[in-house]
């Protein structure tokens, strides 16, 4: 028996508070491996600085990165019914939208916001991944349509950061409903000659793809991301083929005349104001 180790360390330990060390100060880059000083990585905007793999950015980052001055103002979104079809799986819907909101402080799977983007008026929509995975309910149809609305009646822009898994399966085909009623929103705005941008981020999937999110007048996307509607392994079992290794990232999609241009996130803020340069500025 040790007595210094038992006994004297012990006592000593108790008149000398241990400093708590956080367990957050490294993030491990799941591309390269590497680990990154988690401040580094803030002040990289969520990007590795060995490889440069974009990891997910906090929606209000995103709305801070993009905004003039770093300011916007939120829009108020419609209400919707909590839980039209009163559905439940391992828990209830409820339950599983209490547990969402309290986990990321929103009411729902999208924000939107106005303010100015190079001096043009933008409307600005961004998904939350982390808010039952991005998912699309009545709820995300309903602010983008009031999105759409709004920048019809500011003749601005709209831009959406779409970050979903697809429809949200709790809410059944009312959420499959949300796919023509956004793509009509979109047409809407079109009609009016306004611009709509979309930049797609990882992951873009499902019923999101599907619908607004490809039709941008001008679609970018993060580099890396995965953009697809089906699974890889789904599509695999259908077509009986080994499909490439880049299958559904924003390079393979670029490669093949489906978005516009691949940005990295430090450079978008930039980009959105040539491309609002060349289709706002007339308006000005």
Excluded at 9 to 29: A, F, H, M, Y
Excluded at 138 to 151: C, K, P, S
Excluded at 180 to 206: F, S
Aim: hydrophobic share 40%; with cysteine; aromatic share 6%.
């Amino acid at each position: 028996m040790n007595w210094l180790t038992n006994y004297v360390r012990p006592k000593i330990s108790k008149l000398v508070p241990q400093k708590e060390i956080p367990d957050n100060l490294w993030t491990g880059c799941p591309h390269c491996e590497k680990m990154i000083f988690h401040k580094e990585l803030e002040e990289n905007n969520q990007i590795c600085p060995n490889c440069g793999y974009h990891f997910k950015l906090p929606v209000f980052k995103r709305l801070e990165m993009l905004f003039d001055g770093e300011h916007y103002s939120l829009i108020q979104l419609p209400e919707v019914k909590t839980d039209p079809l009163n559905f439940v799986d391992l828990k209830k819907y409820t339950d599983r939208l209490k547990d969402a909101r309290k986990k990321t402080k929103q009411d729902d799977a999208i924000t939107v916001a106005h303010g100015t983007i190079g001096n043009y008026p933008a409307i600005v929509a961004v998904f939350d991944l982390a808010f039952m995975g991005g998912s699309m309910g009545t709820a995300v149809g309903e602010a983008i349509i009031a999105a759409a609305n709004l920048a019809i009646l500011q003749e601005a822009s709209l831009i959406i950061i779409p970050s979903s898994g697809g429809a949200r399966m709790q809410e059944g085909i009312l959420s499959l409903m949300q796919m023509p009623r956004t793509t009509l929103a979109v047409k809407l705005l079109k009609e009016k000659k306004l611009p709509y941008i979309t930049v797609l981020t990882n992951p873009t999937a499902g019923g999101v793809t599907a619908s607004f999110a490809m039709l941008g007048d001008i679609t970018l996307a993060e580099p890396g991301a995965t953009v697809a509607f089906a699974g890889r392994r789904v599509i695999e079992q259908t077509v009986r083929e080994k499909l490439p290794d880049n299958f559904q990232t924003s390079e393979y999609l670029l490669e093949h005349g489906m978005i516009d241009a691949v940005v990295d996130r430090r450079n978008l803020r930039q980009h959105i104001i040539k491309i609002l340069d060349l289709l706002q500025s007339k308006r000005k």
